[in-house]
């Protein structure tokens, strides 16, 4: 059983501050979570992605958020986490698209058969927060 655990030096941002965004806000947030992933993290990728894993994300913060913008925060961070994976084309010549191209390869995706998914939320000092992620493989 292998571990992956890394800090980020932010609390993620809570579902509440992406409603209503535009989609190059949105696309903007997404390739700053995955760059902050790969800064913190890229030494610790694993040569295969784990098929299966358990990943708790603790976010401390000096508020407590509410369940669902919790997780639905929880989202970029999750997607920077998975592998990317090219699409069926489904007409001739059509252009090539790709699920999850901002992943980075820790987990093969973020379905309910690879990634069981756990987010608390810690309440802590300002000067305290931060995200912490920590990824368990689990072994069948």
Same mark, same amino acid.
């Given at each position: 059983?292998r571990?992956i655990?890394?800090?980020?030096p932010k %609390?993620?941002p809570l579902? @509440?501050?992406?409603?209503? /965004?535009?989609?190059?806000?949105l696309? *903007?947030?997404? *390739?700053?979570?995955?760059?902050? &992933? =790969?800064?913190?993290?890229?030494h610790l990728? %694993?040569? +295969? ?7 708790l ?6 508020g407590?958020?509410?369940? $669902?913008?919790l997780?639905?925060? =929880?989202?970029?961070? &999750?997607?920077?986490?998975t592998t990317p994976?090219l699409? @069926?084309?489904r007409?001739?010549? =059509?252009? /090539?698209r &790709?699920? @999850?191209? *901002? ?6 995706? $973020?379905? %309910? =058969? ?8 810690v309440?802590?000092?300002?000067? +305290?927060q *931060?995200?912490? &992620?920590?990824?368990? +493989?689990v072994?069948?």
């Amino acid at each position: 059983m292998r571990i992956i655990s890394f800090t980020l030096p932010k %609390p993620f941002p809570l579902l @509440n501050h992406s409603i209503g /965004q535009s989609r190059f806000a949105l696309t *903007r947030m997404r *390739r700053q979570m995955a760059r902050s &992933v =790969a800064a913190e993290a890229a030494h610790l990728r %694993p040569a +295969e992605p784990f098929q299966r894993a358990h990943v708790l994300i603790e976010r401390y913060s000096a508020g407590t958020p509410d369940k $669902d913008g919790l997780y639905g925060g =929880a989202k970029f961070l &999750v997607d920077a986490l998975t592998t990317p994976r090219l699409l @069926n084309v489904r007409t001739e010549g =059509a252009r /090539q698209r &790709v699920k @999850n191209k *901002r992943g980075l390869g820790f987990v093969v995706d $973020d379905g %309910p =058969a690879h990634m069981q998914l756990e987010v608390r939320a810690v309440k802590c000092r300002l000067c +305290e927060q *931060r995200t912490v &992620v920590t990824i368990t +493989e689990v072994v069948a």
